[in-house]
């Protein structure tokens, strides 16, 4: 095997192909009590546009997947939908516009804060982001902005 197959075949187990990132990131819903119920055919709507955009993140520790995130560009028509918990986007709406939403995190094992501070400081970096988080005083979702 060449110097130049090596890399490639390096190369290609760092960076796990779209049907592998779909297993990884299904299993971590499997073990997120918040995403467990979901039917595997929300894949296609939840998921699936995420991995052909580019727009999400698996988190690993020792290697092994710990924590999934995605966000999409909403237009104003979908962020609006959003804003009242209708999630489900069309694939075409992940990069429709101007207006950057954090869909999906999925941390079964935690640490949501020290993910959400990489996003910000490593993938948003000065884009504000919003997302729906439930409301303070417990009724219903608010969108939050940082």
Same mark, same amino acid.
């Given at each position: 095997?060449?110097? @130049? ?5 390096? @190369? ?5 192909? +779209? ?7 299904? #299993? ?16 296609? #709507? !939840? ?14 520790? %020792? ?7 995605? #966000? ?18 069309? +694939? ?9 939403? !954090?869909? %999906? !995190? ?35 979702? @608010?969108?939050?902005? #940082?």
């Amino acid at each position: 095997m060449t110097s @130049a197959q090596n890399t490639e075949t390096t @190369a290609q187990q760092e960076q796990p192909g +779209p049907v592998e990132m779909l297993g990884q990131i299904s #299993w971590l819903m499997m073990q997120s009590p918040a995403h467990k119920h979901f039917f595997y055919a929300d894949a296609e #709507w !939840l998921i699936m546009p995420a991995l052909i955009q580019k727009q999400f993140r698996v988190f690993r520790k %020792d290697g092994q997947p710990v924590a999934y995130a995605s #966000w999409a560009h909403l237009n104003e028509e979908a962020e609006q939908r959003i804003m009242q918990g209708i999630i489900r986007l069309k +694939p075409s709406e992940w990069n429709a516009g101007d207006r950057l939403w !954090l869909i %999906d !995190l999925v941390a079964p094992f935690g640490g949501e804060e020290e993910i959400l501070q990489q996003l910000r400081e490593q993938v948003f970096k000065e884009e504000k982001i919003k997302t729906l988080q439930p409301a303070p005083d417990g009724n219903g979702m @608010a969108v939050v902005e #940082w």
